[in-house]
């Protein structure tokens, strides 16, 4: 727990600066209400959304407040486990939990739930791994044990409705949609490639689980891969493949930012945070960062 507190820390400094912020030691007692970070976001408005395992944390630049741990169930969240959030280019704000999905009146503090609703019209309350804002406008979202939903917005009351067109495993980690329009899956045991809609390769596929966990596109639109037994992994365009990228050490990679057009941030578990530097040749380089925080 206090390795993933310290990735927090330095995370939160270095990468989603706020204005006129110093760097501060935080806790679990007094500001936040896990150290079970599953993510960091950070909103039009510069506000530092922190989801944790229980519970959903905002951070102004000043202070810390939970929210949805409201008795009233329009001020509730569906679920202390929180996944993700998310803003999209219309400002709804999107909440992913264990339990489906929410939409967050940043107002109001009010919470509307968005149903999912399966190909044969059932509705599930499905643990929502991902959420993503495709480059055509689409909101689609990845769950563990449904597959992939996309939102309708043809009725005034918006439902995520499953994806029947792409024939994936169902349990799915990650999304990301890349400066070629293609969506890459990250299922625990291989990498989905998607275009136009259609399904196209699998990668890494079969022997032990890689558990692959993220993924990001660095300025001259190479794919990056993390996964939690084997580190990092490289798209090679030419081979349409991935390559291991080597390191000497076991790495496990629980996330992958792209801080700058010359490094990679690596968020690990247990080894704290890393960094990649792009321009020299995909070395690696701990605690160099070109980043400064005051």
């Excluded at 909440?95 to 149903?115: A, D, E, R």
């Excluded at 918006?158 to 799915?172: A, C, G, K, P, T």
Aim: with cysteine; net charge negative; proline share 2%.
């Amino acid at each position: 727990m206090k390795n993933k507190l310290s990735i927090f820390v330095l995370l939160l400094v270095c990468i989603l600066p706020l204005k006129a912020q110093e760097g501060r030691l935080l806790s679990v007692e007094k500001d936040i209400s896990s150290s079970m970070i599953t993510q960091l976001y950070q909103d039009r408005e510069g506000i530092i959304w922190i989801s944790t395992e229980d519970g959903l944390n905002r951070y102004d630049g000043a202070k810390f407040s939970i929210i949805g741990k409201d008795k009233e169930s329009d001020f509730k969240l569906r679920s202390n486990y929180v996944r993700r959030t998310f803003e999209d280019s219309k400002n709804r704000f999107f909440i992913t939990t264990l339990n489906g999905v929410q939409l967050y009146n940043k107002v109001s503090g009010k919470f509307t739930t968005i149903p999912l609703y399966l190909s044969g019209g059932e509705v599930v309350h499905a643990n929502t791994s991902s959420i993503i804002e495709r480059r055509n406008g689409e909101i689609w979202i990845g769950t563990s044990g449904y597959g992939l939903f996309k939102l309708d917005e043809t009725t005034d009351t918006l439902f995520f409705i499953q994806e029947q067109s792409l024939s994936l495993d169902h349990f799915i980690d990650n999304l990301f949609e890349d400066s070629q329009e293609r969506l890459w899956v990250l299922n625990p045991s291989c990498i989905y490639q998607v275009k136009n809609n259609q399904y196209i390769k699998t990668y890494l596929e079969g022997g032990l689980s890689e558990e692959f966990t993220s993924i990001c596109e660095d300025s001259e639109r190479n794919i990056y891969v993390g996964s939690r037994h084997n580190g990092m992994f490289l798209y090679e365009e030419e081979t349409d493949s991935f390559k291991s990228i080597p390191y000497p050490h076991k790495l496990t990679v629980t996330d992958l930012y792209l801080a700058n057009l010359e490094e990679i941030y690596i968020g690990t578990d247990g080894n704290g945070v890393k960094i990649y530097d792009i321009q020299e040749k995909k070395r690696f380089v701990v605690g160099k960062s070109r980043i400064k925080s005051s």
